[in-house]
């Protein structure tokens, strides 16, 4: 049943091809932990993509139930994890997988560090990496105002305190973050628009760039 | 995948069962992985369907009117419900047309129209009719559609108690056949 649904499509558009050129490329002995147990370190960054799904996903589940506005934020995101059935669960997903994700890209970057993989012709991709990384340090702090509870808004103001002590254009920073003179309603909705729309779909591109490259210049090579 | 199936089967004369070490492989990392991501997506389907098995709050009934005070020309009557809406709770207020059939049964009708939705009231023009403003559906003082109007008035629960009337929740109108 599903052969046939998928012969139906191949023989009119040819498909066959496009997903052999993604999934069918060989991995190299060394770093195929089956043949040295310690090439396990190449998993990172496959690793950090998976989570990455993964907080994609509840993000999207997450907004079904989550309102961006200083009065209920707090009670939707009370209710979604306390009323909704296995919202503990899925909140639970977003909030370990934020953490985890930074875990995976640091040990991601220390193995492309230490295996000197940056270095030419690769160095675009380790720029392009380290892009990744801002814009996942700033998935996180947009993402953990949210909940508006005292610690998401007392992190935000030492957050914005930090940038402003940017000299000469500091102030222009904070307010820009803020949407207005405090840490309030402009500065949720401004942080969400930011953590749901903006920074994802830089993301996208970002990690869209990051796959290109790997596998137009193939892994680097052994020690 | 069936190109690799068929470089295996050379090898099949050596193999003590029929299946192959490759497919064994791929129902085994197949199974894994659907198992991960069921471990994955169920929570969250489970949490997105939530809304339809939830369960519903049982109607109440709210303390509307004396029973005295209904006469056989309907009245209208506002009330408040507590309604619990997600992380939202409020007490909106509803409206009810009470009034007395010929037998003296006080029934209480909804005020919105069964066209599309307006609010309805009694007699406006004259004529001892429901009347609705925005298309002018006209219906019978026991909530039948004359015109324009598709069904019957709804109607809530009623019931007497101490002298007091109740009301529950809307259901579909019983008066009219």
Same mark, same amino acid.
Request: positive net charge; hydrophobic residues 45%; glycine residues 8%.
């Given at each position: 049943?599903?052969?046939?649904?998928?012969?139906?499509?191949?023989?009119?558009?040819?498909?066959?091809?496009?997903?052999?050129?993604? &999934?069918?490329? *060989?991995?190299p002995?060394h /770093?195929?932990?089956?043949?040295? $147990?310690?090439?396990?370190?190449?998993? %990172?960054? #496959?690793?950090?993509?998976?989570?990455?799904?993964?907080?994609?996903?509840?993000?999207?589940f997450?907004?079904m139930?989550?309102v961006p506005?200083?009065i209920?934020?707090?009670?939707?995101?009370?209710?979604?994890?306390?009323?909704?059935?296995?919202?503990?669960?899925?909140?639970?997903?977003?909030?370990?997988?934020?953490?985890?994700?930074?875990?995976m890209?640091?040990?991601?970057?220390?193995?492309?560090?230490?295996?000197?993989?940056?270095? &030419?012709?690769? *160095?675009?991709?380790?720029? /392009?990496?380290?892009?990744?990384? $801002?814009?996942?340090?700033?998935?996180? %702090?947009? #993402?953990?105002?949210l909940?508006?509870?005292?610690?998401?808004?007392?992190?935000?103001?030492?957050?914005i305190?930090?940038?402003?002590?940017?000299?000469y254009?500091?102030?222009?920073?904070?307010?820009?973050?803020?949407?207005?003179e405090?840490?309030?309603?402009?500065t949720?909705?401004?942080?969400?628009?930011?953590?749901?729309?903006?920074?994802?779909?830089?993301?996208?591109?970002?990690?869209?760039?990051?796959?290109?490259?790997?596998?137009?210049?193939?892994?680097?090579?052994?020690? | 995948?069936?190109?690799?199936?068929?470089?295996?089967?050379?090898?099949?004369?050596?193999?003590?069962?029929?299946?192959?070490?490759?497919?064994f492989?791929?129902?085994?990392?197949?199974?894994?992985?659907?198992?991960?991501?069921?471990?994955?997506?169920?929570?969250m389907?489970?949490?997105a369907?939530?809304?339809?098995?939830?369960?519903?709050?049982?109607?109440?009934?709210?303390?509307?009117?004396?029973?005295?005070?209904?006469?056989?020309?309907?009245?209208?009557?506002?009330?408040?419900?507590?309604?619990?809406?997600?992380?939202?709770?409020?007490?909106?207020?509803?409206?009810?047309w009470i009034?007395?059939?010929?037998?003296?049964?006080?029934?209480?009708?909804?005020?919105?129209?069964?066209?599309l939705?307006?609010t309805?009231?009694?007699?406006?023009?004259?004529?001892?009719?429901?009347?609705?403003p925005?298309?002018?559906?006209?219906?019978?003082?026991?909530?039948?559609?004359?015109?324009?109007?598709?069904?019957?008035?709804?109607?809530?629960?009623?019931?007497?108690?101490?002298?007091?009337?109740y009301?529950?929740?809307?259901?579909?109108?019983?008066?009219?056949?």
């Open positions: 049943m599903l052969k046939g649904v998928y012969n139906w499509i191949d023989e009119r558009l040819d498909i066959t091809p496009m997903w052999r050129d993604v &999934a069918d490329h *060989e991995v002995e /770093v195929n932990p089956a043949h040295h $147990f310690s090439a396990f370190v190449y998993c %990172f960054g #496959g690793l950090t993509f998976f989570i990455t799904v993964i907080q994609i996903l509840s993000g999207m997450l907004t139930y989550f506005d200083i209920n934020a707090y009670k939707s995101v009370d209710y979604l994890q306390h009323k909704v059935a296995f919202g503990g669960i899925v909140r639970g997903m977003h909030h370990w997988g934020a953490s985890l994700v930074i875990v890209m640091f040990l991601h970057t220390l193995r492309v560090f230490f295996t000197g993989s940056y270095k &030419a012709p690769r *160095e675009m991709n380790w720029v /392009v990496g380290m892009l990744i990384f $801002f814009i996942m340090l700033g998935l996180g %702090f947009t #993402g953990y105002l909940p508006w509870d005292n610690k998401a808004y007392f992190a935000t103001k030492v957050g305190q930090i940038a402003e002590s940017v000299p254009i500091g102030t222009y920073i904070k307010e820009l973050m803020q949407g207005g405090i840490v309030g309603a402009e949720l909705t401004r942080f969400f628009a930011i953590h749901v729309f903006f920074l994802p779909g830089a993301l996208l591109a970002l990690l869209a760039a990051h796959f290109f490259m790997i596998r137009k210049q193939g892994i680097s090579g052994p020690l | 995948m069936s190109n690799h199936e068929h470089k295996d089967n050379s090898h099949r004369s050596a193999m003590k069962s029929g299946m192959s070490r490759r497919q492989l791929s129902y085994t990392l197949g199974g894994a992985g659907a198992f991960m991501a069921a471990g994955m997506s169920l929570p389907i489970r949490f369907v939530d809304p339809i098995l939830k369960k519903k709050a049982g109607g109440t009934w709210i303390k509307v009117v004396e029973a005295s005070k209904i006469t056989n020309e309907p009245q209208e009557f506002k009330f408040k419900i507590h309604q619990v809406d997600g992380w939202y709770v409020s007490d909106p207020e509803l409206t009810a009034s007395k059939d010929d037998q003296g049964n006080a029934f209480a009708l909804s005020p919105i129209c069964k066209h939705g307006c309805i009231a009694w007699n406006t023009e004259k004529n001892n009719e429901y009347v609705c925005c298309h002018n559906a006209h219906y019978t003082k026991d909530g039948k559609n004359l015109v324009v109007a598709p069904k019957p008035l709804d109607e809530y629960d009623l019931k007497i108690e101490n002298d007091w009337v009301l529950g929740p809307v259901k579909a109108n019983t008066r009219v056949v």
